[in-house]
């Protein structure tokens, strides 16, 4: 049965025309994929479906949800069906909740205004909604407050706040975008659950092509605010090539021998890092916190070694120490003889680039040279950023050329080793490819190291020729990307794995 | 608003600065006419005397005029040493955790902790009345306040990744700071420098009312104020000039400083940020 019909929606912002003449269907118990790069309009038609557009967009098309029509221009009548009949939830659960309320009342809340129910009985029927969406009481997590849980039990709050009113549709904009992939899946779990039992129509928005493949019945693609594609699971090359090609891009293998020998360039001898906590004031009974417990792994010259782990695995502390931004507490690092260059590439591109300089001007800042110089363009043309840009400023250019940016003025020096910190997660699903080809093609061209830092074990099996697992501060598992790969020992390293292959679809 | 109209606005109000500080060094020119003339007390507005006459015959718009002096060269001296001082404390004490930006700190809540009034006697007492002690007693209370607003505006920026991307090209502490910290809290400290000058203004006019400001004859509107109270039944008007002369200084100097926040904001900057590629 169609929970909701969407019929020819059009959105104009001024002259600009976001929307064009989309429509779409979810039927009860089905999960509808919907995929496309940033500013594709994903965000624009889930705003549109709960009636929360811009006030000055001119709509045009019809909405019917349960087999009722509503005006996609009336707010009242949003306003009356939002929470009630369709539930909306976000990407950063931390923004949405208020920081002085407990995450039970948040979802009482939900109970009184919308349901008219009195406190009490909400709360009762909080514990309940909080329970079913995977947050048991034995976690005391219905008293505690947004800061002290994790971000996948905020996100799992979020779901039985939207779900605690039992609508009939649940649009979900780039849910697991900012969680670990095992959180991820057990959030997708519990999405496929709710569809499963409750008969929940779910619109699921991503940029990750490979998560929605994973769980969605359906998939669109969407491009320039329009669904240019649209495919029921698997994907062949026939029905929808888009797809089936963003599909493949996302795991190609890798590409190179592994198993060479190469000159040793860098070997770090049980390094650690602690951290004293001192929270009691003055009481003095301070706790020692390991972020890393003896670290030992040694690097070759054009080596690429990628470091994965779960956030709070201590990946960024050893990036920053192996960088020289942070100090050891225990250990050594020993370069060879002549090298020890070390450059970085961050996540957040834009926040890598200081927003007053140019492109040029941060390029040359390694070695100090002014914008206009050709070695700066040249950095620009390795990294395969078009000069133009270089007069231009961070705000002016999109995520994938402040990468680029942030890129070439990492190798303007030629370091002897790059330390990646998750360089492609910020990114679209395409430009995330783009990047990666980019860092195998300057491995090849300069021979340079490289660190990989990251979650994204897909991107790990493509770039990487060694790997290594951190769990809590520790290696795990290290060894040959492949024969992880093939045969991973580590339960950590088959969570991880396992979180990340698609073959095995969510199942509730 | 529209952004034209916004734009003529602040130059108008850059223009009237301007003015004052004409105004300000004209000040030595309009001496004689503000000498003490018993036969011209208290006469009222005319065309010799726009502005009347006070007690002791003294033209009040001259009084006014000449006032501008006091008033902004004591909020500028404050205002250079409170930022000269101010504003590399805040950067020093921004960029690192330790036992000196601790201690720049600690230094700064000790000196917010004290009543500015009873600095000012104390400092009056020691050095005695004038210029100079008002501009330094307000300039004390000035450095902390540039202290904590760069630092707070600096401390964020540290732990930008093209701060670590800087470190790791080879850059040290100062020249970051150099480089790139201070041309982006150099908006900050522009609105901070604008407001200060008319809290300036004001904490002048406020020393001088209880004599511990600028000494005759150099007017002050302060004084005009505290010499206006007895008579303000009988000529109300000596009082309420220099009232509003100190309110509209304060008033334009902490516009600009507002406006120039706003403009420090890029999220508040409009016409700016929109032509994406």
């Known amino acids: ?508 | 608003m529209t952004h034209a109209l916004r734009k003529k606005i602040m130059g108008g109000s850059l223009m009237l600065i301007f003015l004052y500080g004409a105004l300000a060094i004209a000040m030595p020119l309009m001496e004689s006419a503000y000498q003490i003339r018993i036969d011209f007390r208290l006469m009222p507005i005319s065309s010799t005397h726009w502005l009347g006459t006070d007690q002791f015959g003294r033209d009040t718009f001259a009084m006014v005029i000449g006032g501008c002096f006091a008033s902004l060269s004591v909020a500028a001296m404050a205002v250079i040493i409170g930022a000269g001082i101010g504003i590399p404390l805040g950067l020093i004490a921004s960029a690192s955790d330790n036992i000196l930006s601790r201690s720049i700190l600690s230094l700064n809540d000790f000196i917010f902790a004290f009543p500015a009034l009873v600095t000012a006697i104390l400092i009056h007492n020691i050095f005695g009345s004038g210029i100079i002690t008002a501009g330094l007693a307000i300039s004390i209370f000035n450095i902390p306040v540039f202290a904590r607003t760069l630092y707070g505006a600096a401390r964020p920026l540290w732990t930008k990744d093209f701060i670590k991307a800087a470190r790791l090209a080879g850059k040290n502490t100062i020249s970051i700071a150099a480089t790139h910290i201070l041309p982006l809290v150099s908006s900050v400290a522009l609105a901070q420098i604008s407001m200060q000058m008319g809290l300036g203004i004001l904490a002048e006019a406020g020393l001088s009312y209880v004599g511990l400001g600028v000494v005759p004859p150099m007017p002050s509107w302060g004084r005009m104020l505290n010499e206006a109270q007895t008579l303000i039944v009988i000529a109300p008007r000596l009082a309420i000039i220099p009232g509003l002369a100190i309110a509209a200084s304060v008033f334009l100097f902490t516009w600009i400083g507002d406006k120039l926040s706003d403009y420090a904001d890029p999220k508040r900057r409009e016409g700016q940020d929109h032509d994406r590629a």
């Open chain 1, 1 to 508: 049965m169609t929970a909701l019909d969407l019929k020819g929606l059009s959105v104009t912002l001024g002259s600009r025309c976001v929307l064009d003449n989309l429509s779409l269907t979810i039927n009860k118990g089905e999960i509808v994929g919907l995929v496309g790069a940033s500013g594709s309009g994903k965000s624009m038609t889930a705003r549109a479906l709960c009636g929360l557009l811009p006030t000055h967009a001119k709509t045009n098309g019809t909405l019917t949800l349960n087999g009722e029509p509503i005006a996609l221009h009336d707010v009242e009548a949003f306003a009356a069906i939002r929470g009630r009949d369709i539930g909306l939830i976000f990407q950063d659960p931390a923004g949405i909740f208020n920081p002085l309320m407990s995450i039970g009342d948040h979802v009482a809340e939900a109970l009184v205004r919308r349901g008219g129910l009195a406190w009490t009985h909400a709360r009762e029927k909080a514990r309940i909604a909080l329970d079913r969406a995977g947050l048991p009481n034995d976690i005391p997590a219905f008293d505690r407050y947004p800061h002290e849980v994790s971000g996948g039990q905020r996100q799992r709050a979020m779901i039985a706040a939207a779900l605690a009113l039992s609508p009939k549709i649940l649009i979900a904009d780039e849910p697991t975008t900012a969680l670990d992939v095992t959180t991820e899946t057990g959030i997708l779990a519990l999405l496929r659950q709710c569809a499963d039992e409750d008969g929940l129509g779910i619109l699921l928005i991503s940029h990750d092509l490979p998560i929605l493949e994973r769980i969605a019945d359906r998939l669109l693609l969407m491009k320039n605010g329009r669904i240019v594609e649209s495919s029921t699971l698997p994907l062949s090359n026939d029905t929808a090539p888009e797809l089936a090609r963003l599909y493949a891009l996302g795991h190609k293998a890798s590409i190179h021998a592994a198993h060479e020998r190469r000159a040793p360039l860098l070997q770090t001898k049980s390094i650690g890092k602690t951290y004293s906590n001192k929270s009691q004031f003055l009481l003095g009974s301070s706790d020692t916190i390991h972020a890393l417990k003896n670290i030992s792994l040694s690097l070759g010259e054009s080596e690429i070694v990628a470091v994965v782990g779960e956030s709070g695995s201590g990946k960024s502390t050893l990036a920053r120490i192996l960088a020289g931004l942070d100090r050891a507490s225990q250990g050594e690092m020993i370069w060879t003889e002549g090298k020890g260059r070390v450059q970085m590439v961050f996540q957040d591109p834009a926040g890598s680039l200081n927003p007053r300089w140019t492109i040029g001007q941060s390029i040359g800042e390694p070695l100090s040279l002014s914008a206009n110089h050709p070695r700066v363009a040249e950095a620009a043309r390795d990294a395969g950023l078009d000069p133009a840009f270089l007069t231009r400023y961070p705000h002016q250019i999109s995520g994938g050329q402040a990468q680029r940016a942030a890129i070439a003025r990492a190798i303007i020096r030629r370091p002897d080793l790059l330390i990646l910190d998750e360089p492609v997660s910020a990114l679209d699903f395409e430009i995330r490819d783009q990047i990666l080809s980019l860092l195998e093609r300057l491995r090849a061209m300069h021979g340079i190291a490289m660190i990989f830092i990251t979650h994204d074990i897909s991107a790990a099996r493509r770039l990487s020729d060694r790997m290594i697992v951190l769990d809590k501060g520790e290696i795990v598992e290290s060894g040959i990307t492949a024969d992880i790969f093939s045969a991973p020992d580590h339960a950590m390293t088959k969570a991880l794995l396992a979180a990340s292959s698609s073959e095995e679809r969510v199942r509730s």
